[in-house]
């Protein structure tokens, strides 16, 4: 399995939806009171994320 998201709670209690790859977390999104919001989360960057644009502000 080189990628996958991974949901795991934060020492606030709060679930957060990482992207794993290779085993190494490349980013992870705000911590949400449900799990529900968690996985809403991930569902909406696998829709909107293959469009997304890359913005350069070197």
Same mark, same amino acid.
Request: hydrophobic share 30%; net charge positive.
């Given at each position: 399995? !080189? /990628? /996958?998201?991974?949901?795991?709670?934060?020492?606030?209690?709060?679930?957060? !939806?990482?992207?794993?790859?290779? &085993?190494?977390?490349?980013?992870?999104?705000?911590?949400?009171? &449900?799990?529900a919001?968690?996985?809403? !989360?991930?569902? &909406?960057?696998?829709?909107?994320?293959?469009?997304?644009?890359?913005?350069?502000? &070197?």
């Amino acid at each position: 399995m !080189a /990628h /996958h998201f991974k949901i795991k709670q934060n020492k606030k209690g709060e679930y957060v !939806a990482y992207f794993m790859y290779n &085993s190494e977390t490349m980013f992870w999104t705000e911590g949400y009171s &449900s799990k529900a919001s968690a996985k809403k !989360a991930i569902e &909406s960057i696998k829709k909107n994320g293959p469009g997304a644009e890359t913005v350069d502000e &070197s």
